[in-house]
């Protein structure tokens, strides 16, 4: 059984039915598709779509959000950054992660680096002031090593309903 096949999933206590699903992949093809067109779409009322729209953003379930590229909006640095961590203030230090400006994506991981980090800079000066003036100067943090980006291959915001 793959994800989307079966009984609905649950998170927190909330099922996610096959109309849902459905909602949410009209919503990744076109987050600014109006509900009426969904609803026509589907074969259901506007009203429903809605109600189930907004349920579901209410859960967490689902955001609405304007996704940008960060090259094109005139940043020239872009990296992954894994870091390593003593164990004791692990969480602690992913929070003070997550309050950079700079970082997009934070994410407390298991393998070889304890959290694991999206950085959007500048440029090579801006990238470097990070690394080296902000984030290694946290309590706790052991090492890190940066992957810069040269190409974006593939994004995609296409999960759980497929």
Same mark, same amino acid.
């Given at each position: 059984?793959?994800?989307?096949?079966?009984?609905?999933?649950?998170?927190?206590?909330?099922?996610?039915?096959?109309?849902?699903?459905?909602?949410?992949?009209?919503?990744?093809?076109?987050?600014?598709?109006?509900?009426?067109?969904?609803?026509?779409?589907?074969?259901?009322?506007?009203?429903?779509?809605?109600?189930?729209?907004?349920?579901?953003?209410?859960?967490?379930?689902?955001?609405?959000?304007?996704?940008?590229?960060?090259?094109?909006?005139?940043?020239?640095?872009?990296?992954?950054?894994? $870091?390593? *961590?003593? &164990?004791?203030?692990?969480?602690?230090?992913? /929070?003070?992660? #997550? !309050?950079?400006? =700079?970082?997009?994506? $934070?994410? *407390?991981? &298991?393998?070889?680096?304890?959290?694991?980090? /999206?950085?959007? #800079? !500048?440029?090579? =000066?801006?990238?470097?002031?990070?690394?080296?003036?902000?984030?290694?100067?946290?309590?706790?943090?052991?090492?890190? !090593?940066?992957?810069?980006?040269?190409?974006?291959?593939?994004?995609?915001?296409?999960?759980?309903?497929?």
């Amino acid at each position: 059984m793959t994800i989307g096949e079966g009984r609905p999933r649950t998170g927190k206590g909330f099922e996610i039915s096959e109309l849902d699903k459905r909602i949410i992949e009209q919503l990744q093809e076109e987050g600014r598709r109006p509900f009426t067109q969904i609803a026509a779409d589907l074969g259901v009322s506007e009203a429903a779509v809605r109600a189930r729209t907004n349920r579901m953003i209410d859960k967490g379930i689902l955001q609405i959000v304007g996704v940008t590229d960060p090259l094109k909006l005139g940043f020239q640095q872009w990296a992954m950054i894994g $870091v390593k *961590v003593e &164990a004791a203030r692990l969480i602690e230090v992913a /929070e003070q992660i #997550a !309050e950079f400006p =700079e970082t997009d994506y $934070v994410v *407390v991981t &298991a393998g070889t680096y304890d959290i694991l980090v /999206e950085c959007v #800079a !500048e440029d090579n =000066e801006a990238l470097l002031q990070f690394l080296s003036g902000r984030l290694r100067k946290i309590p706790g943090v052991r090492e890190t !090593e940066t992957f810069v980006y040269l190409r974006l291959m593939k994004q995609s915001y296409q999960w759980g309903t497929r």
